[in-house]
């Protein structure tokens, strides 16, 4: 599957296919990669990639009649632009429009865009979507980022303490988030909803700030040792070195009337391990 490469001026770049408008790799101006790519994925058309950044839409999970978490992730978006701005940024806009296969599953018309800006430490990834019909549609989204960590026993995510969450591994029971850090331990699903607008996931070598904006959600997700086993396109171990942290618009959906848009979007930002302000 090709890969288009968007590289700032400061060397800091981005891997995306046009499958899904999927963000595959993100690598700071003089750093490491922080996204988690299986080395199993497919790769084929039309088939989920295991990693990155996985656009959602319009629907979340199993939450509604459509195939698990939508559509937009395997459909083919239309590269609008690749460039650096003035100030060097690395620029990409890819958009989905509806079309005779997203409408046997969902009848409305509408216009996605990813738009995708890198450079030095930071990633801000921003979806807009816009009702282009005559009708009223509501739809649910995400961000379905794996951020890639050297061992999640060792990695620590902050700013959900009190929050509540509903918990996939026990029905969906809603529950109140007591940990000061989450510390992943087993398979977790949660959603959490209405929650703060910064995050930061902590290892020892660095910390990730995640910020969101237009999404009031985040799902939580990693699927331990005993969910991994069932995950044909999850490398061996896949689990120790993966955490997503999701920017959704779950809890309470998206409504958008004729001519009206929304945008969501997940600032990304690398800290030294030392930087807690």
Known sequence: MEKITVRAADGASVQMTAQGAHVCSWIPAGGQEQLFLSKTSEWREG???????PVIFPQFGGLGNLPKHGFARTAHWTLQSCSNDAQGKGIAVFVLQDNEASRTVWPHAFTAQLRVTVHADQLNIALDIRNTGTDTFSFTAALHTYF??????????????????????????????????????????????????????????????????????????????????????????????????????????????????????????????????
């Open 148 to 277: 890639a960590v050297q061992d999640i026993a060792a990695a620590r995510l902050h700013g959900l303490q009190h929050c509540q969450y509903r918990d996939s591994m026990n029905g969906g029971q809603l529950c109140t988030e007591t940990a000061d850090s989450l510390h992943i331990t087993a398979e977790t699903d949660r959603i959490y909803l209405n929650t703060p607008s910064e995050l930061r996931l902590q290892q020892p070598q660095q910390v990730m700030q995640i910020r969101s904006e237009g999404f009031a959600d985040t799902v939580v997700w990693n699927p331990g040792a005993t969910g991994a086993v069932k995950l044909s396109d999850l490398e061996p171990e896949g689990h120790q070195r993966m955490l997503c942290v999701e920017a959704a618009a779950i809890g309470q959906p998206v409504i958008l009337a004729a001519g009206q848009s929304w945008c969501g979007q997940q600032q990304l930002r690398v800290l030294p391990a030392a930087d807690q302000n």
């Open 47 to 53: 088939v989920a990639i295991r990693g990155g950044v």
